[in-house]
């Protein structure tokens, strides 16, 4: 499903993700649309519910900020999401957004475009940390992310790792501190859908 070009309506969204109906097809490109901190929220709701079988989520374009993307991360590390490929591109990310925990966490993403956002060297540095315990990841674009060539070759590298050795792992749990508020988020959420 293509939403692009236009803004997303918060009632849209709200009734889409309660119903499913956005996120029951495979695909959900939402390009360009307005989507905002608070869409990029609601579809974390819709994909935590079983019925979801989106296994790729294009937001590239959306001003989801560090507030949606962390809600993103969080997700994808404490939920059983089945999200295969993930495109945040130009979403306006600019530090720490709970990318490492979700490395770390998550064995479906196999595809993450984080590629201009000015996450910083920090960033990335934690990148390279958590990607050793993800054996998921194959393809991981950092491209325009205000990282270093040799941070970004770092990355490159266990992922190349990743591409030869294709095992994957238990999902760890140890999220106590990150599921917190998050828990806390999606309760306030859950009350627009009763």
Known sequence: ?????????????????????????????????????????????????????????????????????????????????????LIISSCGITKNFGLQEMIKSN????????????IGEESGILIIESLNFNKSIQYMDTRMCKISSETELGIQEKIKKNKQSKMSYPKTKNCKNFKKTYDEEFESLEKHFM
Do not use: W
Request: glycine share 4%; net charge positive.
């Open 107 to 118: 064995t479906s993403i196999q595809m993450l475009d984080i590629s201009n956002n000015s």
């Open 1 to 85: 499903m293509r939403t692009s070009s236009k803004t997303i309506d918060k009632r849209f969204i709200l009734r889409s993700t309660k119903d499913c109906k956005l996120l029951s097809a495979p695909v959900l490109n939402t390009l360009h649309s307005s989507l905002g901190s608070f869409g990029a929220k609601t579809l974390c709701y819709g994909l935590s519910q079983p019925s979801c079988k989106l296994n790729l989520l294009d937001i590239r374009l959306n001003k989801i900020s560090n507030e949606g993307a962390n809600f993103i991360m969080q997700t994808l590390a404490i939920k059983d999401v089945i999200l295969e490929t």
